[in-house]
């Protein structure tokens, strides 16, 4: 039997299409169904894609969900469906509702679905939403294990393994691929890999970075012979000192020119304070490697200002703003005369500077209330 099946992206802003939903659209459309993708307060350059004109009835809706911090965009979208389509059977998941499945379950009168949804994760992404993205996105493998403390992927993947015909995902039209993968690195099919990224020719990315612990020279000689752009690792913990200073020498030894680092900060670990954030930040930053500053926030928080008792608020804030107006893309490029005055030669120098940033921007914003007021 035919059915009128929705896809619904809640109106959280995404950097990228949902991946989940794509992989269901083309398992129901693999079995006959009729299948609609809505993307709630979708911005007008959203890939191309077209709001559809909605049916006065479906008989199956899928949610999904992403960040923790996104909860209430998320509760208000299901609300929302459940009043249109009372008689829909309505499917919420994602890594919200894995996450928080009782909040969600105590708020909608949903159970979610935990994790992945193994027989749409067998389906190539439906791409025809989208016919302005010009890259495809998939994953060569799933999972990590590593377990990292700070880290989502154990919750959402918590067994690490190989997706074989992850080509499948790749869309002739595209110019470009972005792997989602948490340790590719890992991988007993690395090799194998690489002769097919070589065969496939396009240039690549993987957004999460490649483990710095397991980069080597034979890797990067594989690697300089493909077209990942740009080299991507990070320097989170302590366990990561070390490595990543070797993996950029490396990286650098082979000829790899774009390469930048996440570098996690504000997290609940103990050793996460801003004298070791700047630490590294300024460790990388004299080793010519572009930084990117991650904000943690709690895995089970629903709010999307979280602040570790080991960080001052005034010294988050300041840093927030240095990446907005002193940097583009929210990253810390790689000039040393730049860095030193934005963030200054040590630890005491960083935290006053970027108080000194928090009060400069307060005083602009007394300033502007004192004008609206007179």
């Given at each position: 039997m035919r059915r009128n099946v929705l896809l619904v992206e809640p109106g959280y802003k995404s950097l990228y299409p949902p991946l989940?939903?794509?992989r269901i659209s083309s398992w129901h459309k693999g079995m006959g169904d009729d299948v609609d993708f809505i993307k709630e307060n979708a911005p007008q350059n959203y890939f191309g894609y077209v709001p559809p004109i909605l049916k006065n009835q479906y008989d199956l809706i899928y949610i999904t969900s992403l960040f923790t911090y996104h909860y209430t965009h998320v509760i208000d979208c299901i609300r929302k469906y459940q009043r249109l389509y009372p008689h829909a059977e309505i499917k919420i998941g994602g890594i919200l509702a894995t996450l928080l499945p009782d909040l969600i379950e105590r708020e909608t009168g949903?159970?979610?679905?935990?994790?992945?949804?193994?027989?749409?994760?067998?389906?190539?992404?439906?791409?025809?939403?989208?016919?302005?993205?010009?890259?495809?996105?998939?994953?060569?493998?799933?999972?990590?294990?590593?377990?990292?403390?700070?880290?989502?992927?154990?919750?959402?993947?918590?067994?690490?393994?190989?997706?074989e015909d992850w080509e499948r995902d790749i869309a002739k039209q595209h110019e470009r691929i972005i792997f989602w993968d948490n340790n590719w690195l890992y991988s007993p099919n690395f090799y194998e890999d690489v002769k097919k990224l070589e065969k496939i020719g396009k240039p690549y990315d993987f957004n999460q970075g490649l483990d710095c612990r397991l980069f080597d020279e034979e890797k990067?000689?594989?690697?300089?012979?493909?077209?990942?752009?740009?080299?991507?690792?990070?320097?989170?913990?302590?366990?990561?000192?070390?490595?990543?200073?070797?993996?950029?020498?490396?990286?650098?030894?082979?000829?790899?020119?774009?390469?930048?680092?996440?570098?996690?900060?504000?997290?609940?670990?103990?050793?996460?304070?801003?004298?070791?954030?700047?630490?590294?930040?300024n460790e990388l930053n004299k080793l010519g490697v572009a930084v990117y500053p991650m904000r943690y926030r709690p895995i089970d928080s629903t709010r999307p200002h979280w602040i570790s008792p080991r960080w001052?608020?005034?010294?988050?804030?300041?840093?927030?703003?240095?990446?907005?107006?002193?940097?583009?893309?929210?990253?810390?490029?790689?000039?040393?005369?730049?860095?030193?005055?934005?963030?200054g030669k040590n630890p005491e120098e960083f935290e006053q500077k970027m108080k000194k940033i928090k009060e400069y921007d307060r005083a602009l914003w007394r300033k502007k209330n004192e004008k609206r007021r007179s």
């Amino acid at each position: 039997m035919r059915r009128n099946v929705l896809l619904v992206e809640p109106g959280y802003k995404s950097l990228y299409p949902p991946l989940g939903l794509m992989r269901i659209s083309s398992w129901h459309k693999g079995m006959g169904d009729d299948v609609d993708f809505i993307k709630e307060n979708a911005p007008q350059n959203y890939f191309g894609y077209v709001p559809p004109i909605l049916k006065n009835q479906y008989d199956l809706i899928y949610i999904t969900s992403l960040f923790t911090y996104h909860y209430t965009h998320v509760i208000d979208c299901i609300r929302k469906y459940q009043r249109l389509y009372p008689h829909a059977e309505i499917k919420i998941g994602g890594i919200l509702a894995t996450l928080l499945p009782d909040l969600i379950e105590r708020e909608t009168g949903i159970t979610p679905h935990k994790g992945l949804l193994n027989e749409a994760e067998k389906c190539p992404p439906d791409y025809s939403p989208f016919p302005k993205l010009k890259y495809s996105i998939t994953f060569i493998t799933r999972g990590c294990p590593r377990k990292c403390k700070y880290c989502v992927v154990s919750k959402i993947e918590p067994k690490f393994f190989v997706r074989e015909d992850w080509e499948r995902d790749i869309a002739k039209q595209h110019e470009r691929i972005i792997f989602w993968d948490n340790n590719w690195l890992y991988s007993p099919n690395f090799y194998e890999d690489v002769k097919k990224l070589e065969k496939i020719g396009k240039p690549y990315d993987f957004n999460q970075g490649l483990d710095c612990r397991l980069f080597d020279e034979e890797k990067a000689k594989l690697l300089r012979q493909t077209k990942i752009y740009p080299l991507r690792f990070a320097f989170d913990s302590p366990s990561h000192d070390g490595y990543i200073q070797k993996a950029v020498k490396i990286a650098k030894k082979y000829g790899f020119k774009d390469i930048r680092v996440y570098a996690l900060y504000n997290s609940e670990e103990e050793y996460d304070t801003p004298e070791f954030f700047y630490n590294r930040i300024n460790e990388l930053n004299k080793l010519g490697v572009a930084v990117y500053p991650m904000r943690y926030r709690p895995i089970d928080s629903t709010r999307p200002h979280w602040i570790s008792p080991r960080w001052d608020k005034d010294v988050l804030r300041g840093l927030k703003l240095v990446m907005i107006f002193f940097y583009k893309g929210g990253m810390i490029k790689k000039g040393r005369d730049g860095f030193l005055r934005i963030f200054g030669k040590n630890p005491e120098e960083f935290e006053q500077k970027m108080k000194k940033i928090k009060e400069y921007d307060r005083a602009l914003w007394r300033k502007k209330n004192e004008k609206r007021r007179s």
